[in-house]
T-cell receptor
Framework: GENVEQHPSTLSVQEGDSAVIKCTYS??????FPWYKQELGKRPQLIID?????GEKKDQRIAVTLNKTAKHFSLHITETQPEDSAVYFC????????????FGSGTKLNVKP | DAGVTQSPTHLIKTRGQHVTLRCSPI?????VSWYQQVLGQGPQFIFQ???????GRGNFPDRFSARQFPNYSSELNVNALLLGDSALYLC???????????FGSGTQLSVL
């Protein structure tokens, strides 16, 4: 089955700096890659996603890049703010009839004011 | 606009008991999935249901079962609870198979 690895496990940045979280996957058939943000005691919230037919997607301060050849994808947060502090999870799925999602182990982002 | 709702929010059980967790998907969503999230880890897939049929099962023992009702709500049942079943159980719904997954707030299960 699919194996998703996520790094780093913790990331501390100063407010205003950029943060980058990286994930690798093993199943070349995976074609959908969402990112979730989970604040303490709350539900995982979808913040951005990308399908394998594009290499990059941006939404305001958040961007995701995908390298299908190397089987890795990354989350980029620019101009970080204290409210960005949370645990971020990447995931991979084959999509279509195979809607099973494989999640990374999470990155705890701490944005220091 | 209601999101995915789960009940109960918290549950305490003892070893050997059984538990039923409930989930209502976003209105119009036909697929419901269940995930187990142990503290400090990412969610792990348990089941997926689409149009009331099981469409996927993760690596969980037969003590775990689920079903989806005609109104697309779902139940997750766990029998003969073990200490290791303590976790946050997340329900997620999607419009169709392969669509974006939206999570509920989860049921925190503690097995003593």
């Amino acid at each position: 089955g699919e194996n998703v690895e996520q790094h780093p496990s913790t990331l501390s940045v100063q407010e205003g700096d950029s943060a980058v979280i990286k994930c690798t996957y093993s199943d070349s058939a995976s074609n959908y890659f969402p990112w979730y943000k989970q604040e303490l005691g709350k539900r995982p919230q979808l913040i951005i996603d990308i399908r394998s037919n594009v290499g990059e997607k941006k939404d305001q301060r958040i961007a995701v890049t995908l390298n299908k050849t190397a089987k890795h994808f990354s989350l980029h947060i620019t101009e970080t703010q204290p409210e960005d502090s949370a645990v971020y999870f990447c995931a991979a799925s084959r999509g279509g009839n195979f809607n099973k999602f494989y999640f990374g182990s999470g990155t705890k982002l701490n944005v220091k004011p | 606009d209601a999101g995915v709702t789960q009940s109960p929010t918290h549950l305490i059980k003892t070893r050997g008991q059984h538990v039923t967790l409930r989930c209502s998907p976003i209105s119009g969503h036909k697929s419901v999935s269940w995930y187990q999230q142990v503290l400090g880890q990412g969610p792990q897939f348990i089941f997926q249901y689409y149009e009331k049929e099981e469409r996927g099962r993760g690596n969980f023992p037969d003590r775990f079962s689920a079903r989806q009702f005609p109104n697309y709500s779902s139940e997750l049942n766990v029998n003969a609870l073990l200490l290791g079943d303590s976790a946050l159980y997340l329900c997620a719904s999607s419009l169709e198979l392969g669509s974006r997954l939206f999570f509920g707030s989860g049921t925190q299960l503690s097995v003593l």
